[in-house]
């Protein structure tokens, strides 16, 4: 059939579809052939299975990709194929295919975990369409999935989302002090993950199996600060009823995150000063110590050395907390994360409140791409949950943004223009889009797994682009 892709385009495109296996079960030999064959035509590895039982046979001893399967069949049919595939490879993407009016079927196998369905007979043009858009959502999964486990084997730290050179200097410095007992500050911007990074530090040392205590310096009131990290015993203040240990106790042999602590008072910080040196602790009310065996970390979003020059903060006790120094960068400067962050917060909040949502338009990751983000990471992260939340739709769109942020783009951030994203007007649809990938792969400074995550398109689609217009080169090309 007739197409208007060009021949040079169709070549690459059957290149980077080698390494794709199709499973095609239906217990129509003919037709399972023919849909066969017509994949085998665009350059995809194929296998046929003319019942569900010779299917899941082949699942339990081949690696595959992609299983497209007819919902009805004689002996096993569509919807154990997909049980069997789900189990067998937790990433396969499934396509059903009906034959019946009725979607009913397929709506419940799309509940169960199918991709999408196909009407039959098929339409072998939407067919390949279908196959490529279900792919690059696999590949996008596969890639965040392959990100992660590189982290996690590289630096362990799991739940710490970030592929920004400046997140990997964070990473270079937690994998050399988790595991020893060094005291840690922790700087940054409210919103940027200090308690997350603090607890990653606590889960990474010799001292996982104890205690991780945390205590908000500005929650407590000064004359409840005291009691609440030393104890006090029975009689020490009016109310005070009975012994209490306090979380220096509780948190003995483990870690304690003094967070805010540039808030602390002056007076306890005098005290905190001389647990530090003393290692143990008198509780409100007793001249007894009590021995504890703690390793702190603190964090604050305040400049601390302002503070000691004007008088707020203990300069001796500064040089006690800040043996090992980490700054967070705020999400603003490291914005090549904030696509894998809302790819991230998707699936979390899919899964977390079962909704199946399956990403997001490239229009509404630009409009987010281009907000500021004051809140950091916390502000993406409940945004993301409230669209994932109350969307009515599958996929995320610009009317799912809340208009607090989708009215404040900033119309400054690289690669992204005052109409949130769109290149002037009166440039030709072709130039519009070779502006877009060229102004994205500087941002990204030619990156091409972040700048597909950016577009929101797979890579392999990208990689037709960049051939297509030849754009060899970030920000060069002879068009």
């Known amino acids: 059939m007739p197409t208007s892709q060009p021949v040079s385009s169709r070549k690459d495109d059957a290149s980077a579809n080698a390494d794709v296996m199709i499973l095609v079960v239906d ?74 009016a009725s979607v009913e079927g397929a709506v419940e196998a799309m509940k169960k975990g199918a991709s999408t369905y196909l009407k039959k007979p098929l339409n072998i043009q939407e067919l390949r369409a279908v196959i490529e858009k279900v792919l690059e959502r696999q590949n996008l999964s596969r890639s965040n999935v392959y990100l992660q486990q590189e982290l996690d084997r590289k630096y362990g730290f799991s739940g710490i989302i970030g592929n920004a050179e400046s997140m990997q200097k964070v990473f270079t410095v937690l994998q050399q002090v988790a595991p020893t007992s060094a005291t840690v500050l922790i700087q940054g911007e409210s919103g940027t993950g200090k308690e997350l990074v603090a607890k990653a530090i606590h889960r990474n040392s010799p001292r996982r199996n104890q205690h991780f205590i945390p205590i908000n310096c500005t929650a407590m009131p000064e004359g409840l600060i005291e009691s609440e990290l030393f104890g006090h015993e029975k009689g020490a203040f009016t109310g005070a009823i009975g012994a209490r240990k306090g979380r220096f ?106 909704r199946r949502i399956e990403g997001i338009t490239p229009a509404a990751r630009t409009m987010l791409l281009a907000y500021p983000w004051p809140g950091n990471v916390r502000e993406l992260r409940n945004t993301m949950e409230a669209m994932v939340v109350l969307t009515r739709d599958n996929i995320l769109d610009t009317d799912d943004i809340p208009e607090e942020i989708s009215s404040k783009r900033d119309v400054s951030t690289p690669g992204v223009g005052a109409s949130g994203g769109l290149p002037p007007a009166g440039l030709t649809l072709k130039k519009s889009e070779i502006d877009l990938i060229r102004r994205t792969l500087e941002m990204v400074r030619g990156n091409r797994e972040e700048a597909a995550r950016l577009l929101g398109c797979g890579e392999r689609t990208l990689y037709r682009k960049l051939k297509q217009y030849k754009l060899t080169e970030v920000g060069k090309s002879p068009v």
């Not at 994949?39 to 990709?65: C, F, P, Q, W």
């Open 249 to 354: 106790e509780f948190a003995n042999h483990g870690t304690l995150l003094l967070d805010e602590i540039g808030d602390m008072p002056l007076s306890t910080q005098a005290k905190l000063l001389r647990v530090i040196e003393e290692r143990c602790v008198y509780r409100v009310g007793s001249n007894v110590p009590i021995p504890v065996d703690v390793r702190l970390i603190a964090s604050t979003n305040r400049h601390v050395e302002d503070l000691v020059k004007e008088g707020k903060f203990r300069e001796d006790l500064y040089y006690r907390l800040r043996v090992v120094t980490i700054s967070l960068p705020p999400l603003r400067a490291r914005q090549s994360d904030i696509a894998l962050l809302i790819d991230h917060f998707i699936k979390e909040f899919s899964h977390q409140h079962s």
């Open 27 to 100: 217990d129509e030999a003919e037709h399972a052939e023919t849909i066969s064959e017509s994949l085998r035509r665009t350059g995809y590895r194929t296998l046929v299975a003319s019942s569900g039982k010779a299917a899941i046979d082949m699942l339990e001893n081949e690696h595959v990709d992609i299983v497209l399967t007819d919902l009805v069949m004689k002996d096993v049919d569509g919807m154990e194929v997909l049980g069997s595939a789900r189990r067998l490879h937790p990433d396969v993407e499934v396509v059903v295919m009906t034959g019946f």
